[in-house]
């Protein structure tokens, strides 16, 4: 998984309730992204983080949040308003920012579901 | 409309025998084409990475052809192991990394 980490593996919530994936990586990396993954859909982008303090809203922005407070970290919180927010999520980071040669390197992915 | 359509959506071999996967993409402008392996329940690997110029790039057994021209590309596994047995997605850079346009994904099944 080169060397990114995400935490919990499933995460079970109950409608309503706001909830924080971790995503962590030691590979220097300064972009971040974080996906989700729905059967029958290719992966979706819903933020990217280009360098610390910096993120820009991706494709299905809406209902969720990010921040990038240190390189290592970009934390993503599924909340409330997010209609549809049972998926498996993946981060994934890659070096020199958005360049489009660098490949990105995926974590383990976050199964939540919401009930 | 930027798509990346692959074939077939799934695949059942025999172990020791070689396959081939297809990718088929209407996506502009180019920068790459990239092949990753996902197995059930964890992130997707990358395989290969390949540019405009690049019409064949191998890695161990898997080795990926790009027709820029007719806008294709495989992933040709030979002789492969239960281990191959995961999805196989093929993604399409659209100038950077913010623009992915990602495929279904082809799931292989290998059996022994």
């Known amino acids: 998984d080169g060397g990114i980490t995400q935490s919990p593996k499933y995460l079970f919530r109950k409608e309503g309730q706001n909830v924080t994936l971790s995503c962590e990586q030691n590979l220097n990396h300064d972009a971040m992204y974080w996906y989700r993954q729905d059967p029958g859909q290719g992966l979706r982008l819903i933020y990217y983080?280009?360098?610390?303090?910096?993120?820009q809203k991706g494709d299905i922005a809406e209902g969720y949040s990010v921040s990038r407070e240190k390189k290592e970290s970009f934390p993503l919180t599924v909340t409330s308003a997010q209609k549809n927010p049972t998926a498996f999520y993946l981060c994934?980071?890659?070096?020199?920012?958005?360049?489009?040669?660098?490949?990105?390197?995926f974590g383990p992915g976050t199964r939540l579901t919401v009930t | 409309k930027n798509q990346v359509e692959q074939s077939p959506q799934s695949l059942i071999i025999l172990e020791g025998k070689n396959c081939t996967l297809q990718?088929?993409?209407?996506?502009?402008?180019?920068?790459?084409l990239r092949w990753y392996k996902q197995d059930t329940g964890r992130g997707p690997v990358s395989l290969t990475i390949?540019?405009?110029s690049e019409n064949t790039k191998s890695n161990g057994r898997y080795t990926a052809t790009l027709d820029a021209d007719t806008k294709q590309s495989s992933l040709h596994i030979t002789a492969s192991q239960l281990s191959d047995s995961a999805s196989y997605i093929c993604?399409?850079?659209?100038?950077?990394?913010?623009?992915?346009?990602w495929g279904l994904g082809t799931s292989l099944a290998v059996n022994p």
């Open positions: 993604v399409v850079n659209a100038g950077n990394n913010r623009k992915l346009i």
């Open positions: 990718c088929n993409y209407t996506v502009s402008p180019f920068s790459n």
């Open positions: 390949m540019t405009f």
């Open positions: 983080s280009q360098i610390v303090n910096d993120f």
């Open positions: 994934a980071s890659s070096t020199q920012g958005l360049a489009d040669t660098y490949e990105q390197y």
